[in-house]
């Protein structure tokens, strides 16, 4: 791969893979033309300020961009307090970013209104993580134990198209013929299940907790429960078993569309499996539901005996490029650095310790994303956001309210290298150094911290979040030392985190750089001392007692009176693009290869419907229009429509996604939309819905 700076930067370099465990050197597409981005045309170089009497951007130097930013903030937090202004961080963003971004908003702006995008993707998982085990990392062994795997159960994730290297894990299982997909589509990794390989589950989308509340079932039914298992690592099995006892196969039929006959093979093969694995992904957890399916997964996983076991697991995967280390150290509105609990006395004091500062300089927790998000611009609500790696203009659930509730903000400050959809709203852009040209962190889905290597310098006027954090911590009197060198950043990051549940305090930049020399890997936690921890819960849970908490959950009632000719939408990524799209469709291959948004029909649907294929079509409903193209395929059901997130404008699926949340871990419902389709013409005059 050859980096090519942005132009007026340094020569260009070549760079090469190594066979790396999780990926083996691998990359796809995504990854082999990202190189791209670091010389497209439209890259940010300078500070952006609008001129709000022309409408429009003027080029600006970096004091008059931070003076201007830091005075606005002070008046806002002067007239109406800390909590009038948000902060919106990514989870792309590295462990040293995260964490500033963190103590910046509660130090330097003294709000409590600050998460993050993996609130719109790993919530869920994460709430059942810690609920059933005490700890939530998306996977409590290294990705490399899948590969003696006999059988794998994959529910809600199409790793073929998200992250193709990741295949490589499943061969042993599908050999076997224990691969496992449940997906209302049949997506390219469902596929695999074909020829032998398999078997792919398609239930009615949203139904995948009676899926599992039924497969649950029929392991105690069939007397394969690992009773010795249940009863001295885990409490509350009574409560579950009574839970499915409802749950038989044929009212599972009812209710999901899946025939009985399968669901006793799989729950069969689940139970003799040599090696076992149940893996889940945003397709059973982007619900209104989604913490209890994914709760559901876990206990069927602990009825099985599988977790804490060596060949055998419970992992979910991560859907960002630091997914998991995002959400560890203080970008969600309830956490402080290690994963500690903000309302919790003795993890403020600890990590105010390591600040500087009085544990109740610290402000308490905030509000989830969508919350957060649907106060922007209200009457005693959030007047000014400072986003940092998000495009939530586009890849937030109603982009509708979301874009009203950013244009009537005061300041609106969004970092980024390019001119995204929420950037071009902004008041004030900030152009900030990508991937390969910084030093720091990131943590993968297995818990392993990695080194990024600064490979080429960025555009003369480009600055790094970590120095942007700390002039305008500078500027707003902010307390307590503000290090701009990711190494210095990672080193209070450690102190922070140490005695926390992802504890890194053992780790420094030197430590991984020597462990990367000798082929050593760096899993948390990683207290000072220890040689880190590949695998979680080989002795115990991370609960006081040491034990697993199994949590009976119930299915909601299905909502009658659907709308004729209604469908239920589901949304997902392509193989070609990566979360909203604001860098992948700047990269002519990848945009080539999915130039636009296609409605995946059944074709059976679309002929009852009129709609022919590689028509333009329309999905509405009462929030918005979708304008689209039909693309008919038998590969999925006849009740559902897919449309991939990556695009905007009138392009994006999230026009017609809702706001309603998950009660426990505040995860938007975006699997489970109500919409109609039809012909472009048919319904010309509803573009007033959105």
């Known amino acids: 791969m050859t980096l090519t700076p942005s132009p007026g930067g340094p020569a260009p370099i070549e760079v090469t893979g190594r066979a790396f465990p999780t990926n083996r050197g691998g990359l796809c597409k995504k990854g082999w033309t990202s190189a791209e981005l670091l010389a497209i045309p439209d890259r940010l170089v300078t500070p952006l300020i609008r001129d709000r009497t022309l409408g429009r951007f003027r080029p600006a130097g970096w004091d008059e961009a931070l ?40 130090l330097a702006l003294g709000t409590s209104r600050i998460d993050y995008n993996g609130r719109f993707c790993m919530a869920s ?36 198209a998200t992250m193709p290297p990741f295949i490589g894990h499943l061969a042993g299982a599908r050999a076997a013929g224990g691969l496992i997909v449940m997906d209302p589509r049949r997506s390219q990794t469902a596929q695999l299940t074909t020829e032998g390989g398999g078997i792919h589950i398609q239930p009615a989308p949203g139904t995948d907790l009676i899926v599992l509340l039924g497969l649950t079932h029929l392991v105690l039914a069939d007397g394969n429960a690992d009773t010795a298992y249940l009863e001295s690592r885990t409490t509350g099995f009574d409560a579950v078993r009574r839970s499915v006892a409802s749950w038989w196969p044929e009212r599972v039929r009812e209710h999901t569309g899946v025939p009985a006959a399968q669901l006793r093979e799989v729950a069969a093969r689940l139970a003799r499996g040599r090696s076992t694995y149940i893996l889940t992904g945003r397709g059973v957890e982007q619900h209104v539901d989604g913490t209890d399916t994914a709760t559901a997964a876990i206990n069927l996983a602990l009825v099985l005996g599988l977790v804490g076991r060596a060949g055998s ?63 922007l611009g209200k009457p005693g609500g959030v007047r000014a956001l400072l986003v940092h790696g998000a495009n939530v203009v586009v890849s937030g659930p109603d982009t509708t309210a979301i874009r009203a509730g950013l244009q009537a903000l005061d300041l609106l400050v969004v970092c980024d290298f390019v001119l995204s959809e929420t950037a071009e709203l902004a008041d004030v852009v900030l152009p900030v150094t990508q991937w390969a040209e910084e030093e720091g962190t990131m943590t993968n889905l297995e818990g392993r911290i990695l080194r990024r290597h600064r490979a080429i310098g960025p555009p003369a006027e480009v600055r790094s979040e970590l120095q942007i954090l700390a002039e305008l911590a500078r500027r707003l009197g902010a307390p307590s030392v503000w290090p701009t060198d990711p190494a210095a950043v990672f080193d209070e990051l450690a102190r922070a985190s140490e005695g926390g549940v992802a504890d890194y305090s053992g780790l420094s930049h030197a430590t991984l750089d020597a462990q990367l020399a000798v082929g050593e890997a760096a899993h948390w936690p990683y207290p000072a001392g220890s040689h880190g921890t590949p695998r979680l819960f080989l002795d115990r849970f991370g609960h006081d007692d040491g034990r697993a908490r199994m949590v009976a959950v119930r299915a909601r ?134």
């Open 313 to 375: 697991g419970y992992g979910t995967l991560t859907g960002q490029g630091n997914g998991q280390g995002g959400r560890e150290h203080g970008q969600k509105c309830d956490q402080l650095p290690g994963y500690r609990k903000i309302a919790d006395p003795e993890h403020r004091a600890a990590v105010a310790a390591v600040w500087g500062v009085d544990p109740g300089v610290i402000p308490g927790p905030g509000i989830p994303a969508v919350e957060l998000l649907g106060m």
């Open 125 to 160: 998982a994460a709430a059942a993580g810690n609920r059933a085990f005490g700890v939530d990392r998306g996977m409590p062994f290294p990705v490399s134990d899948l590969d003696d795997a006999e059988t794998i159960m994959l529910l809600g994730s199409n790793v073929a």
């Open 67 to 106: 003076g201007f930013i830091a005075d606005r903030l002070a008046a806002i937090r002067r007239e109406d307090g800390a909590d009038a202004v948000g902060v919106f961080g990514g989870g792309g963003l590295t462990n040293e970013k995260a964490y500033l971004l963190g103590k910046f908003a509660r």
């Open 557 to 690: 009632e299905v909502t009658a009176g659907r709308e004729p000719g209604e469908l239920t939408l589901i949304t997902g990524r392509l193989l070609e693009h990566y979360q909203s799209g604001a860098q992948t469709r700047r990269v002519p291959e990848l945009l080539a290869a999915q130039p636009g948004v296609r409605a995946e029909i059944h074709p059976a649907t679309a002929a009852r419907l009129g709609i022919a294929d590689a028509e333009p079509v329309r999905v509405y409903n009462a929030r918005g229009v979708v304008e689209a193209t039909a693309l008919l395929t038998d590969g999925i059901r006849l009740d559902t429509v897919f449309l991939p997130f990556h695009f905007a404008g009138s392009h994006c699926a999230n026009l017609l996604t809702g706001s309603a949340v998950d009660p426990v871990s505040a995860m938007p419902d975006f699997k489970r939309t109500p919409v109609t389709v039809e012909r472009a013409e048919v319904v010309a005059g509803v573009e007033g819905a959105a």
